[in-house]
């Protein structure tokens, strides 16, 4: 037996069909009764008044040849009803209007209403439907109604479906008893109305473009109906998605985006500008001009192919600068916004310390993040492993590792009584699978005695060329003509103990540019070192170490 207690309009208890098609749902179809009066209670009267800026009064949309000419058009349609909600409406004291969200005052969501939409209950008049614009009760301010249609109805249909017209015709009072019903809308949005009702009865629709879509999905918002949205919504991810799309979906007012309904929506948006725009170097130019939300998708992705997190940083801090010049606003952005999209855990040492340092921050905020990366760096991996699924359980993926270009590295550095630093790079089974046959990998840089290094894990031949085998290498970025020399060691840990075991010592005078290391660190073949019961791999994981020294 079904739950009595359910809630018809929640999306989340509302029976969804995993082999949903825009031709099968499980709904019942009601499209015969659309209005039939055999089979309807009520009249419904719907006044159309004329949009400001269109002065024949049809709707736009069927004007919107793309996604662009159907934003352009809504912004400007939402621009002049902020206007028109500026006039004074005390001029028309007699004048009886129960809009949307007076219908329950305690239930109603205002942030919902962003078109002018009305409703009225009205005693059945003598059967002149006749829109009278010259009629005293309607000479003040108020749009001027150019055309009336009248439509058979069944309230249980339209209350089963929708929140607005259940409360509509159950709120108690003797309006809610009569047989018709009056609503006011604007002429643009006529077509998406109609398409609308007649979705609440046959469940599907007879459009199929975007921009119409998009007018469908808002009117069902408007007027509650989680059903349509999500049936809009589902159309609208099965259309071709471009960055012009993409954006427009992310930017839909607040309203329908927490609508779960859409959230699948919103989704893909992420998701395709996310893969379209993971190589932001690449694309820098065209990424720049993005707005806010589009940037959010994009930084918030794990697949981001970059350098470093620090190149991250550096990409925010030039975006922001770009579209914020004033540094209020900046900070705001970045510490409400941006600032989450970083994760600073995994930036370099040298890089926190000039997040401390950024006047673009707030320094509460950005001493909080970079304490906290710190904390992380830390943790021992199995413990940071932890902290990064429950993050992955959750929007937040500050403790997430993306697939750097340069690999992280937990470095130690000592002063006395040797200049010397300890570095610890851990691979993956997998990374090291994809360096197959000839493939390397650089870790992030790192520095000793004031000059940046870094080590880079290769697979090659060996020195007979007769098989190809993992070699570790260690190399001193450039820098003008200084010279280092420098003892160093390549250690890694090793079943059964798990402890790390020396594979390699050298020393070697260091000057920009040049690298030193063993192409055979293990001495054993590509195959053997890759094998399920190889030595070296715990968990999964690969676990190198470098110590560096300075000779005097």
């Known amino acids: 037996m079904k739950d009595q207690n359910l809630d018809l309009f929640d999306p989340r208890t509302a029976v969804m069909d995993p082999e949903f098609s825009p031709t099968r749902t499980r709904e019942p179809d009601f499209a015969f009764a659309f209005n039939d009066s055999n089979f309807s209670d009520r009249v419904l009267r719907i006044e159309i008044v004329g949009d400001s800026l269109d002065g024949d009064g049809t709707s736009d949309s069927h004007g919107c040849h793309s996604l662009a000419d159907w934003a352009r058009n809504r912004k400007r349609r939402r621009e002049d009803f902020k206007k028109e909600n500026a006039l004074d409406i005390t001029a028309c004291p007699e004048e009886q209007i129960i809009s949307c969200n007076q219908i329950d005052s305690e239930d109603a ?132 998605m471009t960055p012009e799309s993409a954006l427009l979906y992310l930017e839909l007012p607040s309203s329908v985006l927490m609508a779960e309904a859409v959230q699948p929506l919103t989704d893909t948006a992420k998701q395709f500008l ?37 190149a991250v940083y550096d990409f ?24 989450h999209c970083i994760r600073f855990p995994f930036m370099s040492c040298r890089k926190l310390r000039k997040v401390l340092t950024c006047n673009d921050f707030e320094h509460e905020f950005s001493s909080k993040l970079v304490l906290e990366a710190l904390f992380f760096k830390a943790e021992a991996p199995h413990r940071q492993r932890t902290q990064a699924a429950e993050e992955s359980a959750s929007s937040s993926r500050r403790f997430v590792e993306r697939a750097y270009k340069y690999r992280p590295v937990k470095v130690v550095e000592f002063e006395l009584p040797r200049q010397q630093c300890i570095v610890y790079l851990d691979l993956k089974r997998d990374e090291c699978a994809n360096l197959f046959p000839s493939g390397r990998v650089y870790s992030q840089a790192f520095h000793l005695g004031g000059q940046g290094f870094f080590l880079s894990a290769h697979c090659n031949m060996d020195q007979q060329s007769s098989f190809h085998c993992f070699g570790l290498f260690l190399g001193m970025q ?5 010279s280092f020399a420098v003892d160093y060691e390549f250690a890694a840990r090793t079943k059964p103990a798990e402890e790390y075991v020396s594979k390699y010592k050298g020393n070697y005078t260091f000057t920009g540019g040049k690298a030193v290391g063993y192409r055979n660190l293990f001495a054993i073949p590509w195959t053997s070192f890759m094998a399920e019961d190889s030595l070296y791999f715990i968990n999964g994981v690969l676990h190198l170490r470098a110590e560096l020294t300075i000779r005097h």
């Open 109 to 240: 969501d205002n942030e919902n209403q962003d078109e002018s939409v009305v409703a009225m209950i009205e005693e059945p008049n003598s059967g002149d439907e006749a829109a009278n614009s010259d009629d005293s009760t309607w000479n003040c301010d108020s749009p001027r109604v150019i055309k009336v249609k009248t439509l058979h109805i069944s309230s249980p249909i339209l209350a089963a479906k929708s929140p607005f017209f259940y409360k509509l015709f159950s709120n108690g009072m003797r309006e809610s008893e009569q047989r018709q019903v009056t609503l006011r809308i604007n002429a643009s949005e006529e077509a998406a109305l109609m398409e609308l009702l007649n979705f609440m009865y046959s469940n599907t629709l007879t459009t199929s473009t975007a921009p119409a879509l998009l007018d469908v999905l808002m009117a069902a918002d408007k007027f509650e109906v989680a059903s349509c949205m999500r049936y809009c919504s589902r159309l609208l991810r099965n259309l071709p």
């Open 316 to 339: 925010v801090l030039k975006w922001t600068r770009a579209h914020f010049p004033q540094i209020d606003e900046r900070r705001d952005i970045l510490s409400s916004r941006l600032g």
């Open 274 to 310: 996310a893969a379209r725009y993971k190589d932001i170097t690449k694309f820098q130019d065209e990424v720049m001009k993005l707005p806010l939300t589009g940037i959010e998708a994009i930084l918030s992705s794990d697949d981001l192919q970059v350098a470093s997190e620090d």
């Open 478 to 482: 450039e820098k003008g003509s200084v």
